[in-house]
């Protein structure tokens, strides 16, 4: 039994079997990589709008690995799960055979808006102040959105960077002093009217609200720039 020269605790064995030429060497290794890399993307459930980034480890190519022609196949030990950092276990059902431990990184990217350029506290936000950005799911925190159509007619409370994710807590989507759209639904039956906000709202924030037909005062849902909604 031939031990491979890969770091200790993986478990790895290989199988003894004649050397390789270079070249043949390079082509199997890095053919091993890209089979740990397809099994391990197959797995990864996705989002609609999620990218996908899987990088595996360069296979060391002083291992004497021949071409597995007949069955090679591939397993992650344990739960089976797929985490940011995942070993597959490769094995080649052949003589010679081989069988080693290939580490995988994993990287889930979300769609997140972003500000385009440098955005000064208190913009009406429109489509030239917002683009969109892939970034790693691990380092998101918040509320941050997926899509900028959500935030045009919104106000930023504070000054905005590019690159930086844009946050629910950082927008005034219904402001004090704006005029809204009060929608009152009650069964089938949808009835607006206008009233004046009488604090600032995020997405889905209970804010008061002022009707100005009756000048009573009302507490609504923020559910749109300018648009607030209660139930009858």
């Known amino acids: 039994m031939f031990r491979s020269p890969l770091p200790a605790g993986l478990g790895v064995a290989l199988l003894a079997f004649p050397l390789v030429p270079a070249q043949a060497q390079w082509s199997v290794h890095d053919g091993v990589r890209q089979y740990a890399e397809d099994y391990v993307r197959d797995l990864v459930p996705l989002q609609d709008g999620d990218r996908l980034e899987v990088s595996a480890a360069s296979v060391d190519t002083r291992l004497p690995l021949t071409e597995c022609l007949g069955k090679l196949t591939a397993d992650i030990r344990g739960a089976g799960d797929i985490r940011r950092n995942t070993h597959v276990y490769l094995q080649c059902h052949e003589q010679p055979g081989w069988e080693l431990f290939v580490p995988v990184r994993v990287r ?92 600032d709202g995020s997405f889905n924030d209970s804010v008061r609200i002022r009707n100005i037909n009756s000048g009573r005062e009302i507490t609504a849902r923020v559910t749109a720039s300018g648009q607030v909604q209660v139930r009858l």
Not at 165 to 188: E, F, H, M, Y
């Open 108 to 199: 889930i990217l979300k769609p997140v808006v972003i500000a385009a350029d440098p955005i000064a506290r208190n913009t009406l936000l429109q489509a030239q102040h917002l683009t969109l950005d892939y970034q790693d799911e691990v380092l998101l925190r918040g509320d941050v959105f997926s899509n900028p159509g959500e935030l045009i007619g919104t106000r930023n409370k504070r000054d905005l960077r590019p690159g930086q994710p844009i946050r629910s807590n950082q927008l005034c989507v219904v402001c004090k002093g704006d005029k809204v759209t009060i929608l009152a639904q009650s069964g089938g039956l949808m009835i607006k009217t206008e009233g004046l906000a009488q604090e």
